[in-house]
């Protein structure tokens, strides 16, 4: 978790720059993660009129919990919901002058359904559809590098070792399992990009990711 502060203090500051664009809420990403094993998540996202987008979401992977490693897979459906900061405090006066905000930062939210299912060493499959909800900001050129950084929340299943019958055993009335991370996004290139990211998982730990981004 150190680590994954460092490298947001050193990096995202080098992003702040003015522009006039927005940000797209519509394209497709693909992109590879490594916790315990390579695992792949693939996300859709569609822009709405009025500052609102769908999204979905695959993801599979390998990852490690208490010794033991799991295959995790989770789909997600959730609508957004996304402001500028140039729009928020648009035309700001103070003392007869007037500030124009460039939009250099988003800020957004997502709300939906979360269906996970974990599999663990001996084959045994629990599944479950649980509340989502992700939220952060966007910084930084929509045309070239933009930085993201993120907070995720799902409810996952606790995992016990039962001291009787020495099998797992799973609880659905457990703490809300977050995920905290950050991306880099680089747009040199017209509907295509790649892109690079860290984060910590309150059930897996830290991860890392590299992707491609497809615009729509």
Avoid: C
Wanted: negative net charge.
């Amino acid at each position: 978790m150190n680590k994954l502060l460092l490298s947001l203090l050193i990096f995202a500051p080098i992003l702040v720059v003015a522009q006039e664009n927005e940000f797209s809420y519509t394209y497709i990403d693909i992109t590879a993660t490594n916790a315990e094993g390579i695992g792949y998540l693939g996300d859709v996202y569609l822009g709405l009129p009025a500052s609102l987008y769908i999204k979905g979401s695959m993801r599979d992977e390998e990852v490690k919990s208490d010794n033991t490693i799991y295959q995790r897979s989770k789909k997600v459906a959730a609508l957004g919901y996304h402001q500028s900061i140039a729009d928020i405090f648009k035309n700001v006066s103070k003392s007869g002058y007037s500030f124009n905000f460039a939009r250099i930062m988003d800020i957004f939210a997502e709300l939906g359904v979360n269906q996970w299912e974990l599999e663990d060493p001996i084959n045994s499959i629990k599944t479950g559809s649980d509340l989502y909800a992700h939220a952060g900001v966007k910084m930084g050129n929509s045309e070239g590098w933009e930085f993201n950084l993120y907070l995720e929340s799902t409810k996952l299943a606790d995992i016990e070792l039962n001291p009787v019958s020495e099998k797992l055993e799973y609880s659905l009335d457990g703490e809300i399992n977050n995920n905290f991370g950050f991306r880099f996004i680089n747009h040199s290139m017209r509907n295509l990009g790649y892109s690079f990211g860290l984060s910590h998982d309150d059930f897996s730990g830290v991860s890392t990711a590299v992707g491609v981004r497809f615009g729509l």
